[in-house]
């Protein structure tokens, strides 16, 4: 698995990062998530990171499959996240990992699968998602 780079602005990581660096003690939480995929092709699901309050990063989280999807797959990269103007941080660099989801190439059917990101903190969240497979044109009508 390689490092890849990820450029992103303060929306499409708030939700990761300030969930990290916010809440302490044990704690935990649920999220239903939906995500449109394209049959044979891998879509990112989720980043997951975290920062201390002086903007340096924090621990990654650990994060468990604990249901598997039926059609398809999901993987976690390592990467690098360079935020820009989350909170009080104008501009960080930091380690996150990433989740993807590849569903099956010959694969029309919607998926589900569950993720478990456990941070630091002791906080821990259950992550659902619910992949829509998008279907070429035409596809189940009948002419």
């Known amino acids: 698995m390689g490092r890849g780079r990820i450029r992103t602005s303060c929306w499409a990581v708030a939700a990761a990062v300030l969930c990290a660096a916010s809440v302490a003690g044990a704690q935990t939480t649920s999220l239903d998530r939906e995500v449109k995929a394209t049959p044979g092709r891998e879509v990112r699901v989720g980043i997951y990171t975290s920062m201390r309050p002086d903007c340096t990063a924090g621990p990654l989280p650990v994060i468990r499959l604990s249901v598997a999807p039926e059609h398809g797959a999901v993987t976690v990269r390592r990467a690098t996240l360079k935020a820009t103007n989350v909170k009080q ?3 960080a660099e930091l380690s996150a990992l990433v989740a993807f989801y590849r ?29 829509l497979i998008s279907r070429g044109a035409g596809e189940g009508q009948r002419i």
């Open 89 to 91: 941080c104008l501009a």
């Open 103 to 131: 569903p099956e190439a010959e694969s029309g059917n919607d998926d589900r699968f569950e993720l478990e990101v456990s941070f630091a903190t002791g906080r821990k969240q259950v992550q659902r998602f619910h992949v």
